[in-house]
């Protein structure tokens, strides 16, 4: 774009969102181009941030009549630079669109802006006995908008999926700047295709959200978690088989290994959870109206392949445990930038993949160092490699290979983003590919929104 | 088709899937052509069986160099006319291709062939202690196939949702006649859009699914039930809400009226199930690995909105029930043909409007006799209306407007197919309608997979 054409197309975004909302001043612009892990960053024309629908509507119009990229940012917390602009793009931030409605108690259902973040939802509904499905990490920063446009997961995907099952309503921009609303709350709606939830994970290439009807859960009263010791994984996954078909009240299953609970113990200077060492540990989380400690204890303690088991039921003890799992992202980037695989593989190529693993790395690069930890009811491991040198590539290269030749995701719940586009055409079959280009192209003819993420450019 | 050139297309058909399996003969078509109501009926080209995936991509490659429209059929038990031949089109019956594979039981996965009855897969999981999450009375005829690509709902979707969510990989011939794979098994993979879920739901208007992965749920080995008496509907959403949250092991709750509960009584010859009558009456089942009766019953003794219950928890005590709920179909279609309207409205709109109805209804068409049952906790009902004489029209316009001004679907679980496809430019806004359309002609541009479905002709 030529200066007086960028100056023409500023002046018409300024008139659309007022002067203060449209940043182009690049030291403000920074924060907006970069993303939290500083591997992904890209100039962008300018920074956006649109108060309501009517705007992020005029703003997608102008776009689309001036060829100019759009990339939807929610909180910024994403791992795959798929918010991070392209070049000569601009970054429209959700983050005025921070509504939070009223809960619909019969229902158990509320309708916030996309760029309402997770902790001001949850801070909202659970007052009301109410909890939203998918909780992390991120949650005070990730913006209800883009934790659907990436189906983000977690730690209790076991029990309620991903984020793509929360959602029982939106409201979107289309490429053409058109708002197609869906927001009916029904749970059962047989009439055309499902928009809502081809949106839901899509990147934000298909269409910016900007409201969402959510489903909520009920928030329980009572949670009880088990740190329980092990020798291998198929021991685990045969535990947590057992635990599934006894206990609906579990909510999550985190699988974790020797070498990582001695780094976190290290980092965060904790004591052992328990006597004696395992190879591996499975962290698991019952929660209910009621105590499920008797429920969870009665299956625990009948099972003889349980070397050693802990279990808290108060506030504090709860955390304690969690704090073995959730130390390892400190932890690991204590000693250094990671590489952070997010992989599934289906459950019966696990313990052969995790196997497998140390002896691929080796042999593509000997000083690196890995730690894993992740979802065991979904098979989703992340994988953290540090001390990787010049090999990131390499190593990146042969981790994803093997997850492809077991049959596995090249990522679980991340997204494809900006990072993975490339590996998508090894990923997903020629048909497959074929099928989402052609949605693309039908529902984003110009190519607007998001270019380079999902698709390579 | 000109006969030189139908005649052509049919040998073609025939060396694709054998002289057997190419029912040209009227008498052999019938069953093929007319859905199991009588309502709908349409004249094929031909029936067409093939027997594995790549009989069907050839079928399909050569209906497409042809023009010739091909309506996917399973067991032909849906109640919208979406399997029914369009004009001049050929029926692609399914029902071979019902292969069901070994089951994964660290996975709790099975992959089947499209044609497959639902009974089919149950019989084949439920000595390993697995069920299909769906369960409907037309098990023994409905395939896997047309369960998914209709969405299917049933009694249990407030525990385990619709077909959608059983679905875990899907291998489908596209319009193109290339065969799409996906049979990860992943229950988390985010890499680019969800075909999976795109095509389940979209009545054979997209691609031909062939072969589905589905995620088994546990087998619960003991079902409690109870009978509910209640003053209102009101009063049953929040003896269900309160229900809901106290007891993961809920699986059903089924909603209905004194004058149903009357008629079926009448017709199959059943006792009172409790002393006195009640307006509504609320059916709910928990099922678990151990006996959920305890669990229910402290929940129903302290609920003092409750009339009167009734609870079973053998087998006999337990059908006894259901056929209070069950029995409904059957006793409606005793007084004459019905019009079955399948809808769903949010929550908060359920009671006005169920009071509304029978008000509505008076004033069109003064005789008509309605009687409506349904899933409570997704708000649908199926309103079922007799003796409407020459008012079928009128009547169904005017429950599917107040279904519409009320914020719900018109087709909570049935589908659209071609008896609402009319109806679906009001269900659904411009926008909504333009992506639909748009997603249509990017995959199926020449329009050949079930014409006039979804889409009015």
Redesign the interface.
Known sequence: MNPPARDAFIAALTKIVGPTHVITDPSMRASYETDWTGRFSGQALAVVRPKNTAQVAAVVSLCGEHGVPLVPQGGNTGLVGGAVPSEGSIVLSTTRLNNVGTV?E???QVAVGAGATLAAVQAAVRPR?LDVGVDLASRDSATIGGLIA??A?GER?LRY??M??QVVGLEAV?ADG?????M????????????V??F???EGT?AIITTVLLQLV?LPAKRTVALIGLADVATA?SVL?GL???L??LTAAELFFDAGLELVREHAGLSAPMPDRHPVYLLVEAA???DPTDALLFQLEKDVRIRDAVLANDTKGVAALWDYREGHTEAVSALGTPIKLDV?????ALPAFIAALPLIIEKVAPEAQMFMWG?L????LHVNLVNVNGDADRLTDAVLDIVIRS??????????GRA?AAW?ER??????????R??K???DPRGIFNPGV?FPE
Request: without cysteine; charged residues 20%.
């Open positions: 619909d019969v229902a158990a006995g990436t189906n997961g995907v999926g991903s793509r099952r289309l058109t708002v197609m609303k869906h009916t709350g029904l749970t059962k709606d047989n009439t055309g295709y499902d928009l939830r081809l839901a994970g899509s298909l009920p996954q088989t599934r078909l006894r609906p009240q209910d109206v009621s599934a593989v289906p459950a019966a979802h009811a979904e098979s989703n049959g596995g995701s090249i990522s679980a719940e991340h997204g494809v993975k998508l990923a997903r079959s020629a048909p497959e590919l074929a099928a989402m052609s949605i192209v039908a529902l999902l």
